[in-house]
Structures are given as C-alpha cells and as structure tokens.
C-alpha cells in the first residue's frame, strides 16, 4: 500500500502535466468513469485541481465534478508524452486523460468514481483537508483530540486509521513511535495529552519532510547518512527502525525488535529501550 506522501508526490506531478489545460482525450474501461463521461463529457473540460487526500487522488474538473480514485495494493498514475512506450502492459489500463501535451494513464486502478461536489463532501472514506497531515488545514488540535478518543486501542493501530488522521501508512507508524519515544503497543488511555500531541505533530513533521521537492522516492527519517540525494538499495539505511529487526538501534545500541500488530496484522518495529511502556513492562515478557 503506498504511503500518504507517495500519493501526494503522484498528484503533485499530475497535477503539474493536467491543471489548467483542456481535457483532449478520456478513455476508460470502468463502466461507471464512461457512464459518467457520455452524459457529461470530460472532453473540452479543464482540471482545476489535483490533490491527495491520505491515500486517495483527486482530480477536479471545471464542470464541477471530482475524480477519486484509491491504489490501494495494486493501482499506479504513469504520465506520458504522446506516442511514448508505456511501462505496464495495454490490458492494466483503466483510466486514460489527455490533454495537448501529456497523457496521465491510471494502471489497475482499482477504485474510481466520479463525485458531485456535494458528493464529495459527504464521501466518508475520503478524508477532509483537516485531518490530512500533508494539507495546509491541517488541524493538529483536532486530530489530537480524534486519537485520544481510541483510549483501548494500541497506539501504532490508531495511527493507521485514516479516519482519525490520513497519510501515515505502516512505515511511518513505526518511525513515528521510535522518534516520540512512545510504544507502539501502548494503549491510547495510558498516553498523557503531551505524549498524543507529540505524536501528531511528529506525524506531520516525519511525512511532510518526505515530501520536499530534492526528497526522491525513499522514505528518509534518520538523516545520519545523509541518504537524501542518493538512491539506495537498502531502504532500511534511512530509517531508525523500519526493517531493521536484529540490527542494534542507532540511539541506544540494543537489538530493535519486529512484531506482527492488530487486526490487519501488520508489522511493527521498536526499540524496547528507548520506546518503554509507561509501567515499565516488556512487551515480550
Ligand atoms: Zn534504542
């Protein structure tokens, strides 16, 4: 599943090769898109707008209506020049928009639909700009007060609900624990307010610094090697726990630890010592 910040970099380049230009080209193998498309064509259209909400892309057309679409495990924006060799097969085409210059190309996209503004407001899944960590309306108060309402749910869980804040995928859960200091095991109720705010803002501190323009395609939270401009192989070298089980951690020496964690039994890496529970138990016993 691609990160909110691997989503925000595909709309940020969308949005550079379709706002503002008229729509010369739709084509899709979605029933509902072509639906859509033959009572109210794109065609002649201009998109307004290209943003990521969490895991969600969104385009927005002049006549009013959104295009929301979701990856998910499988789905990937590609633009092309026209006449360009595309790099995934013609059968996982889904979503084709042209314009004079470039054809944006949606690969096995495997959510899409078209939204009414008043749609759009109302779609639940579809995170609002508030709780969205990369939007500027971000509210940090707000998705504070959202976390600490989850009191029995472990904190690396909690950090995952894109309804209680969008963008943190699984990487940035653990990192995000590592750098505040907090267990990811910890339930939300034994969190003082401090704690809470401290993990909100490092959410969107962590996530918006993988978005700068020189950040590449790495997520980077541990700047020591300063692994920014080059591409490595081993994506684990820029991070302070994430894919690092066995390794000793870089603060504190002792071996980080993996777990399986929740109800989507997704995996988790810490550092029991510089991660504690509050009572000061170990979570393996
Ligand atoms: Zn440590």
Redesign the pocket.
């Known amino acids: 599943m691609p990160e909110g910040d691997t989503i925000f970099r595909t709309a940020r380049a969308l949005g550079r090769a379709l706002t503002d230009k008229p729509v010369t080209g739709f084509r899709s193998t979605i029933a509902l898109l072509t639906r859509y498309d033959d009572e109210t064509p794109l065609v002649g259209q201009t998109v307004e707008q290209v943003e990521s909400r969490g895991k969600w892309l969104l385009i927005h057309f002049s006549g009013g209506a959104t295009l929301a679409t979701h990856m998910l495990m499988s789905g990937s924006w590609h633009i092309y020049r026209p006449g360009e060799r595309w790099q995934q097969p013609r059968i996982n085409m889904r979503i084709v928009l042209e314009n004079a210059e470039y054809m944006a190309v949606g690969f096995r996209v495997p959510v899409a639909k078209m939204l009414a503004p008043e749609q759009l407001a109302r779609a639940a899944r579809i995170p609002a700009p508030a709780i969205d960590v990369l939007s500027e309306d971000f509210d940090t108060d707000a998705v504070a007060r959202r976390l600490a309402a989850h009191k029995g749910e472990e904190i690396a869980d909690v950090l995952l609900h894109q309804e209680v804040l969008a963008g943190v995928g699984n990487v940035f859960k653990s990192e995000i624990c590592?750098v505040t200091g907090t267990n990811p095991f910890c339930r939300v109720g034994a969190l003082d307010d401090f704690k809470i705010a401290e993990l909100v803002s490092a959410s969107q501190r962590l996530v918006k610094a993988n978005v700068l323009e020189d950040s590449g395609d790495t997520i980077v939270t541990f700047g020591g090697k300063k692994r920014r401009t080059t591409h490595n192989a081993d994506p684990s070298a820029s991070l302070w726990v994430y894919g690092r089980d066995g390794e000793p951690?870089?603060?504190?020496?002792?071996r980080?630890r993996r777990r399986i964690q929740g109800p989507d039994a997704r995996v988790t890496f810490w550092?029991?010592?510089?991660?504690p529970m509050p009572d000061g138990s170990d979570i393996d016993g």
């Open positions: 590592f951690c870089r603060r504190c020496g002792q980080i550092c029991q010592g510089c991660q």
